[in-house]
């Protein structure tokens, strides 16, 4: 249920405001800082991505990749809160098919409810929260 109005709350207001006129740099310069202060960030050498310039650019139903995309992920940097809470999300998804829905059950509605709980207490939300909602002033 506050999956569902936190959702509705963010429509109402996406609909309902005007579009203010926002300078492309201050965004930049806001991103840059926003991403500095992500307390849940990858440091340096926690995830290590191999990438092998092989997607298929005539048909996505397969990986043309010899080798997976993440090579190493610390786990130390999945242990975070918030990823944890995301895992815990994720783990709820069980079908391999996104055209079968997934029976909606009070964990998976629990899940979701705990992982919007824990990012909505992160610098990173709060920060993001409070320069959307005085943008363009």
Known sequence: MRLALVLLACLVL???APLPAVDANDVTSF??????????RAKSGQVVVAF?????TKTFDHDNAP??????VDPNLL??????SFTD?????TSQDANVADAETDDRKAAALGFIDDISLTTV??????YLNTAGE
């Open 14 to 16: 996406v609909r309902s």
């Open 31 to 40: 991103l840059t800082q926003l991403a500095l202060n992500d307390e849940n």
């Open 52 to 56: 092998q310039n092989m997607a298929s």
């Open 67 to 72: 080798n997976p995309l993440f090579t190493s």
């Open 79 to 84: 242990g975070e809160h918030t990823y944890k």
């Open 89 to 93: 999300l994720i783990a709820k998804f």
């Open 125 to 130: 939300f709060m920060q993001a929260w409070s």
